[in-house]
């Protein structure tokens, strides 16, 4: 079956250690990709998102991802974490040739960062 | 301005009962989408609006799952004669556009007894 795979369920940092988050997602031809972040008590909202161009994509609060297309990858980095980054991660895809309206979430990772 | 909105937030239903949750997008938002979280998965789409049209429904898991969007703003998801499984949180998103950023809502949380 056709997937997004987020392969850290729980990822415990200490501040000012570097993040990377792994999404792979199995949907071939065109794709757009997201991360969304998910702040204890609040909604969940979009840190970054690639749809073509540079596969760097800078986003919000220092954040970034790589698309890398041979590997069906598009992980989120950050250089440095901090006790604010607390939050639960999810990679997102909507793959063009699929399905034109669908979004497909992976099943997300709970990111600790101890003070 | 104000952000999505989604009500009730917290619904205890019992087994057979019939629900409706409501989202309210933000205003001008064309595309309005639903999905269903379940605890600790990601979400999962259920069905897509724009406008009034629903142009998605290919997620909704079964006939008992039924959404509208009679003006092009307001939605309701209706489920008919819960079942356990459908206890979830329920997340509206809407945006300018189908590839615009989604924003959304707060959710609300099933619970099917």
């Known amino acids: 079956a056709q997937s997004v795979s987020q392969h850290n369920h729980h990822v415990i940092l200490s501040e000012a250690a570097s993040l990377e988050l792994g999404c792979n997602y199995s949907y071939g031809g065109t794709v757009n990709l997201f991360w969304y972040v998910q702040y204890p008590g609040q909604h969940l909202q979009l840190l970054l998102k690639y749809f073509s161009g540079d596969p760097l994509v800078k986003g919000i609060k220092g954040f970034e991802a790589e698309f890398i297309k041979s590997k069906f990858s598009f992980n989120l980095r950050k250089p440095s974490v901090q006790w604010s980054d607390t939050a639960e991660y999810f990679c997102?895809?909507?793959?063009?040739?699929?399905?034109?309206?669908?979004?497909?979430f992976g099943s997300g990772t709970k990111l600790n960062v101890k003070p | 301005g104000a952000g999505v909105s989604q009500s009730p937030r917290y619904k205890v239903a019992k087994r057979g009962q019939d629900v409706a949750l409501r989202c309210d997008p933000i205003?001008?938002?064309?595309?309005l989408f639903w999905y269903q979280q379940a605890l600790g998965q990601g979400p999962e789409f259920l069905t897509y609006?724009?406008?009034?049209?629903?142009?998605?429904k290919s997620g909704l898991p079964s006939d008992r799952f039924f959404a509208e969007r009679p003006e092009g703003s307001v939605s309701t998801l209706k489920i008919q004669r819960t079942q356990q499984e459908d206890s979830a949180v329920y997340l509206c998103a809407s945006s300018r556009g189908r590839e615009e950023t989604q924003y959304f809502g707060p959710g609300t949380r099933l619970l099917v007894l």
């Open positions: 609006f724009q406008n009034e049209a629903q142009l998605d």
């Open positions: 205003s001008g938002h064309v595309s």
């Open positions: 997102a895809v909507n793959a063009l040739r699929y399905n034109f309206n669908k979004f497909y």
